[in-house]
């Protein structure tokens, strides 16, 4: 994995305010909150993820708008 590459990609805002999450290629399903992107994190294998490490980990790609963003 190159240093420009995270395993972790949030896509943009859908028309619903929804936003795609992709694992290593995978898309788990559509995020609402930063709270439903900890629960794919932790269906993924991060247990001890919470709220406050997706906000702050460098291993998330957030395009189309960090984690406050969720508005299309």
Do not use: N
Request: aromatic fraction near 8%; proline fraction near 6%; charge should be negative.
């Amino acid at each position: 994995m190159g240093t420009s590459e995270r395993p972790i990609v949030i896509y943009p805002p859908d028309e619903d305010g929804g936003r795609r999450v992709r694992v290593d290629g995978t898309i788990l399903g559509r995020a609402f909150t930063v709270r439903d992107v900890a629960a794919f994190m932790q269906e993924a294998g991060l247990q001890e993820w919470d709220e406050m490490d997706v906000a702050r980990t460098s291993l998330i790609d957030w395009r189309g708008g960090g984690p406050d963003h969720w508005a299309h």
